[in-house]
């Protein structure tokens, strides 16, 4: 780590001393800057609030370089009846293609079609519906079922056995997604939010079981320091709950359970997919993603 490394994202073109952060008083403290917490920075910055983004690595180090890429609406959530969810992500996915378009692209998105799958061929055509229902104000065309001969022609390694056809979509993709993090976090900058990376959060400051502030150490210098804020947002990703534990006396249940995902990265082969797949698997019907 380059010494003074973050220092270009101190507020707005000032370089401000650690001292001087532990002498203000921040309307908001933000801790994690993923894609989350700059997003969130950038927002409340834009609102006229004195902002302050904490991350104990670089921005966009956590999850964030370690996604599938992917700026979707959450097809899946609509199993579960998350439409609210669905549509605020659908939303968002348009306003990216509005500020960040020179990032965020369209990608074509197909599922295949079997007569053994556990989705079949009507629960997707009606998840389908619903999610172009969701998106009537969308820039991205609507969904179309492809007959058998037309999904081989945009993926011709699928499985023929049982294959009925596909149905292809719109989401997005952003190929760079550390770019789309760092580039919100440049934006809060110059709504004169204060940056601070490599700045552990090691307690929650509390009195009267209010959180005032929180209490951390510079990695760069070893020293600790306390920076005083009237709201704390922990948008920590899957280190929630540890940043969350670190707010004794007051008791803190698990939020998050977590999720593990692999990725593989291939160099492009022939017979290669056109669009990205939304595929199950065989053994246990989980669904995962085969992506350009």
């Known amino acids: 780590m380059p010494d003074g490394a ?7 073109g000032r370089t401000i001393a650690m001292r001087d ?7 908001l403290i933000v801790i994690g800057a993923g894609i989350n917490g700059a997003g969130i920075a950038r927002d409340a910055a834009m609102r006229g609030l004195k902002v302050i983004l904490l991350d104990k690595g670089d921005i966009g180090g956590g999850t964030s370089s370690w996604s599938t890429r992917l700026i979707h609406g959450g097809l899946r959530y609509l199993e579960h009846g ?18 960040a378009p020179h990032l965020v692209k369209p990608l074509p998105m197909m599922i295949p079609l079997y007569g053994d ?5 009507w629960i997707i055509r009606v998840g389908m519906i619903a999610y172009d229902v969701l998106s009537l104000d969308k820039s991205l065309p609507h969904h179309r079922i492809l007959s058998p001969a037309e999904a081989l022609q945009k993926a011709p390694g699928l499985n023929v056995e049982e294959l ?3 149905a292809l979509y719109y989401d997005a993709q952003v190929e760079f997604a550390e770019r789309l993090v760092v580039e919100n976090a440049l934006s809060a900058r110059n709504h004169s939010a204060t940056i601070k990376t490599y700045a552990r959060v ?18 760069a210098t070893n020293e600790s320091h306390s920076i005083r804020g009237r709201v704390s947002i922990n ?8 940043v969350a534990g670190r707010s004794d006396p007051v008791e803190v249940t698990r939020l998050i359970g977590g999720t593990k995902g692999s990725h593989i990265v291939v160099g492009h082969f022939p017979g290669a997919p056109e669009t990205a797949l939304y595929v199950e698997a065989k053994t246990d019907r989980r669904p995962f993603f085969i992506n350009p």
């Open 6 to 12: 973050d220092l270009a994202l101190y507020g707005a």
């Open 21 to 27: 952060i532990s002498a203000e008083t921040f309307d």
């Open 82 to 99: 998350e439409f609210g969810l669905v549509r605020e992500s659908l939303r968002e996915r348009e306003v990216l293609f509005c500020i």
């Open 117 to 121: 799958a556990l989705r079949g061929r």
């Open 164 to 166: 009925l056809g596909a």
């Open 202 to 219: 090691d307690e929650f400051m509390v009195e009267k079981d209010r959180v005032i502030g929180v209490g951390i150490t510079d990695l």
């Open 235 to 242: 948008a920590a990703g899957p280190w929630v709950d540890q």
